[in-house]
Each structure stands twice: as C-alpha cells, then as structure tokens.
C-alpha cells in the first residue's frame, strides 16, 4: 500500500525552568513584561505531525512518502527520517525559511510558555500532489495532517480533484476554521481522525453527531485516541480498544 503523508515537519525544543512562573509576574506591571528565565536543560526532538507519522509507518515497513516544506536545517533529520524507512523524496527545501520549530519552557508547576514558528511550513500551500504521484505513485491513500491553514484545504481538493482517497487529521487546525471549512476539509475522506477533545469539537463545529460521523465515513474507520486507550468505531457500531503504542 503506497501511503503519502502531508503535514507539520519540526523540530520540538523544550526546556525546564526550576522555578514557578507567576512568581517572576509584577501584578501592576503586566501591560510591560519583560522578562528571561534561566533554565535547566534543553532537549530537542524531532517533531512534527506529518514527520511523525511517517516515522510510525515507516517502522511498520510501509515506506511512505513524506510531502511538506523545510528549511536547509533539515538534513540530519531528513537521513534520519530516511534511515527509519521513510521516502523523504516528496519532501522540498524552502530558498527563504528555516524548518518550523515549536520552543517552549515548562516550569515546576507544569506551565508552559511556547511559541511555535511556522517557517518553510507556510510555503506548503504551493505543493502540487499530481507530480509527485506522478513520480513516486500512485498513491493509494494521502494523509492530509495540520499544516497552514491554505494548504490544509489545498491538499483536500486536490485529492478530492485527483479521485485520490484522503484520510482526514485535523488535529489542532480544527481550532482555526469554521463550521463549513471543517465540512470541507473532512467530507469524504476515507479516514477521520481524532483524539477526544477534537472529535467534540469537530461535532460542534459541524452539527454532526457520534452517530452521523459512523455512517459519513463509512465503509471506514474512525479512531478516537485518548492519553491511555486507543478506540476504532466502524459503521456497523463495532468497537476496539487498544493501549497506545509506547516505542518501535
């Protein structure tokens, strides 16, 4: 099965501050904060919704093709994408932008200061599927994971456009989009996915009840993840319930 897989690629760098944050707040100086925490540590791992997934695959055997934006910072991830059995040929190289990078601080409490820097990941909206199934398809299924808003949509229509089936992750875009912009980035794709908090939200946003998404996505699949099980609902109401994955 030939899987290509659209979304966020990132590097994640995170940091801990030994102390609690609102101790370091002035109350009557909050409209001029201006402060830097020295921390602990630093660790960066490698990030990303579409690169993560197609790690995932990747180990599975599956070699997909990972399709999104980076900068020229990419290279020691991208052989090591390629050592995992991921196809990293999809993948293009931004003239202007750095790869998108999520840095955030956490402190004793658990708070958490971030900022996330979109970088190369803007530029995905100019990324054509039709070459690239082109050339390293066809393409049997193409995960449409969160990258910018543009070219989650883009991605939508151009499989809808190519008769390619999609499966449809959302994520943490849902956040960003209307009602109609949600019917349009998840109807008629083969495979909705979701963990707890989005599928609400998702119904929510759509009108669409538990009841309707089983019979919308059917004959497929519908997966709910929460921190401690994983569940699979089908048309017919079947469930199964798995505990995530910890490690390859």
Not at 51 to 78: Q, R
Not at 131 to 137: D, E, N, Q, S, V
Not at 204 to 227: E, Y
Not at 230 to 236: E, G, L, M, V
Request: proline share 6%.
């Amino acid at each position: 099965m030939r899987i290509a897989v659209t979304g966020s690629i990132a590097t994640d760098h995170l940091m801990t501050f030994p102390g609690r944050f609102h101790e370091q707040l002035v109350a009557n100086k909050l409209d001029k904060v201006a402060l830097s925490f020295l921390v602990d540590d630093l660790e960066i791992r490698r990030g990303g919704t579409a690169a993560n997934v197609a790690f995932g695959l990747g180990c599975l055997g599956l070699s997909p093709l990972l399709i999104g934006s980076v900068g020229p910072d990419f290279t020691e991830y991208g052989g090591w994408l390629t050592e995992h059995g991921v196809d990293t040929a999809g993948v293009r190289e931004s003239q202007r932008y750095h790869t998108a990078r999520f840095v955030a601080t956490t402190d004793t409490a658990g708070d958490q200061i971030g900022s996330f820097y979109s970088g190369a990941m803007a530029e995905d909206v100019g990324i054509e599927l039709a070459p690239l199934a082109r050339a390293h398809g066809p393409f049997d299924l193409v995960l449409i994971g969160p990258t910018s808003p543009d070219a989650v949509l883009a991605f939508t229509a151009q499989c809808r456009t190519l008769g390619i089936p999609f499966a449809a992750d959302p994520a943490w875009q849902l956040a960003r989009f209307d009602g109609p912009q949600v019917h349009t980035l998840v109807d008629g794709a083969a495979y909705l996915f979701t963990n707890e908090y989005e599928a609400a939200l998702l119904e929510q946003k759509t009108g669409w009840t538990p009841a309707d998404n089983l019979v919308r996505f059917s004959p497929a699949i519908r997966r709910t993840l929460t921190c401690k099980l994983i569940f699979f609902f089908s048309p017919k109401n079947e469930q199964a319930c798995f505990p995530p994955f910890s490690h390859f």
